[in-house]
């Protein structure tokens, strides 16, 4: 009875000798490692197993445990036949005849990967997380800093005459501002946690929001480029999941062309058949393909790259979670990935996903200047703890001719809308204040004085911070332009009094 339950235990169990020579095995040892029960018996356990990994002081000290007849337990890295490593949890006990001598020991081990894997997952996710939460941080001060010197360019380029040789500084002062706005949504974009609501997704914008990131990514022993088709078309889609998705890809590519190469990203429209691509229906749909000249994959590794944990990276070096993911979120958008790839020729990941009729994406509102700025007379309340940019707003809106109450937080806006005895036309906030911040004056504002439209602004470029009720156009991402916040102020207010 005991030896049928050694046999069938679940776990690597091996018996030797109390020279360390094996004697026995049972079924789940080859299963493990690979070894044959006659290819292991006769041997010892550091001949087959020992990785490497450890120096000769970790088994010196497991021998001496042992041989004072006490049990050892601890961690060590096993190799198996094939010559792949696995981490292996071990309790080793000796087994002492009637006179306390030790005669053999008994070895019980448990492969360990997958927890393992889930541990690095989890820190990975962790990391991710912290990495969402700095870049807000990063997002809203740099957003600020931004706001004031896109404005402050913007007043100096108009003080210029046209054909002033400064109009070319100020020109680059401006792009490079517009550059850092850029550079902080792509980092928004990758590192937010949450599903954002699907809608009409361009194909060729996607990869070139990710062409834009990756090109960071890549360093300069890889090159990458696009070939995007005019009538590619556009997809219902959470665009911040499929960038994730794409850079996934794009990275993996890098990470096969250690010497260096191209990855080109490819988009199409196609027309399937039914059976043409596994899981698929007949119809229209949108290929993005990610190409490398990489190592390439044999059919085995092919066969396995989905699934999750597995990983052809070193160890420290990859998850094994990534493509996994990737497979899931294509699947929640009703499409799927293929692999075609050959050993030295490279590979290409094709992504499927169904094809809208209407390819028309949904406008991101710009920081562009935009000709004549739009004037009125009407009071504007302007709630904004920065003083460079309450300065600069207020100037702005004052030489279009609005009358200017500027407060620093929402309570002081609230005294300020009280104190004021004549009309206010419109409130201008910021919505993340020290005090009472803009999404709290926003629910005063309905309780207090519900006809007066408001409009909100925000560093963190993410319309998710849109008080509830408000609606995309009452939102002013920043940094904006001067002639875009007044051109915003005078929609708001026309629309108000439309209304009335």
């Given at each position: 009875?005991?030896?049928?339950?050694?046999?069938?235990?679940?776990?690597?169990?091996?018996?030797?000798?109390?020279?360390?020579?094996?004697?026995?095995?049972?079924?789940?040892?080859?299963?493990?490692?690979?070894?044959?029960?006659?290819?292991?018996?006769?041997?010892?356990?550091?001949?087959?197993?020992?990785?490497?990994?450890?120096?000769?002081a970790v088994y010196d000290?497991?021998?001496?445990?042992?041989?004072?007849?006490?049990?050892?337990?601890?961690?060590?890295?096993?190799r198996r036949k094939d010559g792949t490593t696995y981490p292996a949890e071990m309790t080793i006990a000796p087994v002492l005849d009637g006179a306390g001598d030790v005669t053999h020991f008994v070895s019980v081990a448990r492969d360990i990967s997958a927890e393992k894997q889930m541990l690095t997952q989890l820190l990975q996710s962790e990391k991710m997380e912290g990495v969402g939460r700095l870049a807000g941080g990063i997002a809203h001060d740099f957003n600020n800093l931004l706001t004031i010197i896109v404005g402050?360019?913007?007043?100096?380029?108009?003080?210029?005459?046209?054909n002033d040789a400064r109009q070319h500084e100020v020109r680059e002062i401006r792009d490079a501002a517009e550059r850092g706005a850029g550079f902080i949504k792509q980092l928004l974009t990758y590192s937010r946690q949450s599903v954002g609501a699907r809608e009409p997704v361009s194909a060729n914008a996607l990869v070139e929001d990710v062409h834009a990131l990756c090109s960071r990514l890549l360093g300069g022993h890889v090159c990458c480029t696009t070939e995007l088709a005019?009538?590619?078309?556009?997809?219902?889609?959470?665009?911040?999941?499929?960038?994730?998705?794409?850079?996934?890809?794009?990275?993996?590519?890098?990470?096969?062309?250690?010497g260096g190469g191209t990855v080109t990203m490819r988009t199409r429209a196609v027309v399937l058949n039914e059976g043409e691509v596994p899981s698929l229906a007949a119809g229209a749909y949108v290929q993005i393909g990610v190409h490398d000249t990489g190592t390439g994959m044999d059919d085995a590794t092919k066969a396995r790259v989905f699934e999750p944990f597995f990983t052809t990276k070193p160890v420290g070096q990859g998850t094994g979670f990534g493509l996994f993911t990737a497979e899931r979120v294509v699947r929640q958008h009703a499409g799927a990935i293929t692999i075609a790839s050959t050993p030295g020729a490279g590979s290409c990941f094709t992504v499927f996903l169904p094809r809208l009729a209407d390819s028309t994406r949904r406008a991101v509102p710009s920081v562009e200047i935009t000709d004549p700025r739009p004037t009125g007379g009407e009071t504007v309340l302007l709630v904004e703890d920065d003083p460079s940019i309450r300065s600069l707003a207020t100037r702005s809106l004052t030489r279009a001719g609005y009358v200017v109450l500027a407060a620093g937080d929402g309570r002081a806006a609230l005294q300020q809308l009280a104190a004021h005895t004549g009309t206010v036309h419109c409130v201008f906030t910021d919505l993340v204040m020290p005090g009472m911040n803009g999404r709290e004056l926003v629910e005063q504002l309905r309780t207090i004085a519900p006809h007066i439209p408001v409009l909100v602004t925000?560093?963190?470029?993410?319309?998710?911070?849109?008080?509830?009720?408000?609606?995309?156009?009452?939102?002013?991402?920043?940094?904006?332009?001067?002639?875009?916040?007044?051109?915003?102020?005078?929609?708001?207010?026309?629309?108000?009094?439309?209304?009335?």
């Open positions: 009875q005991h030896s049928a339950a050694l046999t069938a235990a679940a776990f690597p169990i091996i018996i030797t000798d109390r020279l360390g020579m094996i004697q026995w095995v049972n079924p789940a040892f080859t299963t493990v490692t690979g070894y044959e029960p006659h290819a292991a018996i006769g041997q010892n356990p550091r001949t087959l197993l020992e990785s490497g990994v450890h120096d000769a000290e497991m021998f001496s445990t042992l041989l004072a007849g006490r049990v050892w337990r601890g961690e060590l890295v096993d402050a360019s913007d007043d100096l380029r108009r003080g210029l005459d046209v005019a009538d590619a078309g556009a997809v219902q889609a959470d665009a911040v999941e499929l960038q994730r998705v794409l850079v996934n890809l794009v990275v993996n590519a890098r990470d096969a062309m250690p925000s560093g963190f470029a993410d319309e998710a911070v849109i008080p509830e009720g408000l609606g995309n156009d009452a939102f002013l991402p920043k940094p904006y332009a001067t002639a875009n916040l007044l051109r915003r102020v005078r929609t708001l207010l026309d629309a108000a009094t439309r209304g009335a």
